[in-house]
């Protein structure tokens, strides 16, 4: 027995400031052997609305039922960064088409204007920055195509947008192989003509026919002359289908005036 100590075989009375003497705690380890000590696990998390703990959920990683897009990254090219161009003084342009609302929008560089229906050139207040009545497309395009069915199409590289007006459709930009089998990549210019599209590269053209298989047959490409723009063409650096129904031609600076009735071409000097 020791003095002082709580485990005495008689009551020792009210203590109080009662403390364990080290008897007490020797005691206490030879009866129940030393504490262990274990790390503290936490509670988990809970709802702030339901008060209960969280459920952890494992997802299995499936196929989305809608087609992958091919992104790529950013291209762009830089070199009209920050120059605003001005089509009286260069009037060469890398696409231009027109909406099914009839609005023409042609497009170089970084900008695009949008040109009066009735011949008076760049409406005032034009260009603006592509992406800003574009939402997602790049500048620098190599083509622009509207099809009857409302869908506008762009090009550059060896991809392609849709659009529906201004618009971007979801999962674009697509590879022009996944859509346009048979075409080239880096094309001039595009335009659809009497149910077909036609796209040019250098001085060939193709005839691109969604409702015929193969899309694109083995009679093309053929040579760019065959619309009788004369020996001294060697591209066309744009083309489209106007509000008056005829179909345009554009090099350098001069424009081509086609005649769906004579199949000829007329010549113009593209001045503003």
């Not at 170089?108 to 009066?116: A, L, R």
């Not at 979801?170 to 001039?188: A, R, V």
């Not at 001294?232 to 009735?261: K, L």
Request: a positive charge.
């Amino acid at each position: 027995m020791v003095k002082g100590a709580i485990m005495q075989p008689f009551y020792g009375g009210y203590s109080p400031k009662l403390q364990l003497h080290a008897d007490d705690i020797a005691g206490v380890v030879s009866m129940y052997g030393k504490r262990e000590v274990r790390a503290h696990k936490p509670a988990p998390p809970t709802s702030t609305t339901t008060g209960r703990p969280y459920q952890r959920v494992t997802h299995r990683t499936e196929t989305p039922s809608t087609p992958k897009t091919t992104r790529r990254p950013n291209t762009q090219s830089t070199k009209s960064e920050g120059v605003r161009p001005d089509l009286c003084k260069d009037a060469s342009v890398d696409a231009i088409t027109t909406l099914p609302d009839g609005t023409i929008y042609a497009f170089k560089g970084s900008y695009v204007f949008q040109i009066d229906g009735k011949g008076k050139g760049v409406i005032p207040g034009w260009p603006h920055r592509i992406e800003s009545i574009f939402k997602g497309l790049e500048g620098n395009l190599d083509a622009a195509v509207t099809r009857k069915n409302g869908k506008t199409y762009f090009f550059k590289g060896s991809y392609y947008w849709r659009f529906q007006g201004t618009k971007m459709d979801p999962w674009y930009p697509k590879k022009i192989s996944m859509h346009f089998e048979g075409l080239p990549d880096n094309i001039d210019s595009s335009f659809e003509w009497i149910g077909a599209l036609y796209f040019t590269k250098g001085d060939k053209i193709w005839r691109f026919d969604p409702k015929s298989k193969p899309h694109v047959s083995e009679k093309y490409p053929v040579s760019l002359q065959v619309w009788n723009l004369g020996e001294n063409v060697p591209r066309i650096d744009a083309s489209f289908r106007a509000p008056n129904g005829h179909t345009y031609f554009f090099y350098d600076q001069s424009y081509w005036r086609f005649n769906e009735r004579t199949f000829r071409v007329k010549i113009f000097l593209n001045e503003q």
